[in-house]
């Protein structure tokens, strides 16, 4: 089976039965199966602390299951190579850090790491990669610029960009768009958007905004408590009672004027008499 071919049922990700947790705490979720459609823009979201974080960590093996597996292209996750998984699967982390005084064309050079090897050397392709991906996420002024002086904004966007470096077939975005405003925010998931509808890359993005989420995603997974409450199109998942389930909050769904996808709408219940 090729990086790009689904495993039957048409998903390339998946978690079986998996307990996740870290040491000396109770586990984040147990018994936990979920599936990530192959081709798609999948957002998960949900409260804080809720475990979204910690099975994005768990689909791109940083993070081992104590029960249950992850699932890659029909096979253990655990029984690939290292290299063989960055090939198949990039990463933007909640957090990155980056080494002191690396620029930024340095880092995000990083990124051809998984492709070289004994006999392939940095070459001519791993170049106009480095700069294509600079390009399309807006960093190429910066690339000179050493990483420890930029603002958050700056560093996301570049880690992005070390990130597609990998050319992988599968990304993971822990809250792609923290330290971001509201138009960078755009940018972000509209890039992310074409990297899934325009070069096929399946996407898992962790956000913690419900109406971007909606707006973007083809498939969305709501959890509450390290569970899985709800999966499936926006359209068909997002409404004021999974909202109260899953946030406790009371809301408004209504389609969005611009898009006609979920919106919701908070209800202040200081001012807005509740039914």
């Not at 998946?14 to 870290?22: C, Q």
């Not at 699932?71 to 957090?95: F, S």
């Not at 050493?146 to 077939?169: I, K």
Request: proline letters at 7%; glycine letters at 8%.
């Amino acid at each position: 089976m090729t990086s790009t071919e689904p495993a039957a049922g048409g998903y390339r990700l998946a978690a079986e039965g998996a307990r996740l947790g870290y040491p000396q705490r109770a586990p984040v979720s147990e018994h936990l199966d979920v599936r990530i459609p192959a081709g798609s823009f999948t957002v998960i979201v949900g409260p804080n602390a809720c475990g979204k974080s910690t099975l994005l960590r768990a689909l791109s093996r940083l993070l081992a299951p104590s029960a249950g597996r992850i699932v890659l292209d029909g096979r253990a996750i655990d029984q690939y190579p290292t290299k063989e998984v960055a090939r198949r699967i990039g990463l933007l982390p909640q957090t990155s850090v980056a080494p002191d005084g690396i620029t930024v064309a340095e880092l995000v050079s990083r990124g051809r790491f998984p492709h070289q090897g004994l006999l392939h050397q940095w070459s001519p392709r791993d170049e106009d990669v480095v700069r294509a991906v600079m390009e399309r996420t807006g960093v190429t002024e910066l690339a000179h610029r050493s990483v420890d002086e930029l603002s958050g904004g700056q560093r996301q966007r570049v880690s992005l960009a070390m990130a597609l470096a990998q050319e992988t077939s599968i990304l993971l975005l822990d809250e792609p768009t923290t330290f971001l405003d509201i138009a960078h925010q755009m940018e972000v998931l509209e890039l992310c958007r074409d990297l899934n509808e325009v070069d096929g890359i399946t996407i898992v993005a962790v956000l913690h905004d419900l109406n971007q989420a909606c707006r973007f995603a083809t498939h969305i997974i709501a959890m509450a408590d390290g569970v899985i409450v709800g999966e499936g199109a926006p359209a068909e998942l997002v409404t004021a009672e999974l909202v109260k389930r899953v946030f406790g909050l009371d809301c408004l769904v209504m389609p969005d004027p611009v898009t006609g996808t979920p919106l919701t709408l908070p209800l202040d219940r200081s001012r807005v008499p509740l039914a």
